[in-house]
């Protein structure tokens, strides 16, 4: 199953890449994470592991993650496996970060192959991502970089 969403914040692709490639960071906006463990020690880059417990549809799952391509401001890529998913099975979640009228236009696709989710599950899980843009973790990350405009060091 491949989910895509894009947003536009309006703030600059470098303040909206410090909420994106920090998993810390990526817990304040993506309500799913429960809790972070750092597995590697050192700069956040390509092959930096962690640990990740989520909850989606109330089932929580522990899956490791390791960031596969982190060009930042432009590109992060993180790949979910383990834990919880089957053998096999995994998650991709890609954001592409653009300028755009002074702000930044955010691509984010997620790709989810092996996850547990069959057709009765996924697509209903696919229709309340896609529509129900309230709870949509963009909407959340949008939400808190444009809150922060007084806070020094973001622009």
């Known amino acids: 199953m491949i989910l895509r969403d894009r947003i536009y914040i309006d703030r600059t692709p ?15 906006w993506n ?6 463990v750092p597995a ?9 592991r ?3 417990r989520y909850e989606l549809f109330g089932k929580k799952r522990n899956l490791d993650a390791e960031i596969m391509d982190c060009r930042g401001p432009l590109r992060f890529v993180l790949l979910l496996r383990g834990g919880s998913l089957r053998k096999g099975g995994y998650i991709q979640e890609i954001y ?7 702000g930044t236009l955010l691509m984010q696709t997620i790709e989810a192959y092996g996850a547990g989710m069959n057709i009765f599950r996924g697509l209903p899980a696919m229709l309340l991502l896609r529509f129900l843009r309230p ?3 963009l909407v959340s990350l949008k939400k808190i970089i444009e809150a922060a405009a007084d806070s020094p060091g973001i622009s």
């Open 14 to 28: 470098e303040a909206v890449w410090r909420f994106i490639e920090d998993p810390l960071q990526m817990r304040s």
């Open 31 to 36: 309500l799913r994470i429960r809790e972070i």
């Open 40 to 48: 590697s020690i050192g700069k956040r880059g390509d092959g930096f």
């Open 50 to 52: 962690y640990r990740a």
């Open 96 to 102: 592409e970060l653009s300028e755009s009228n002074g």
């Open 135 to 137: 709870g949509n973790c």
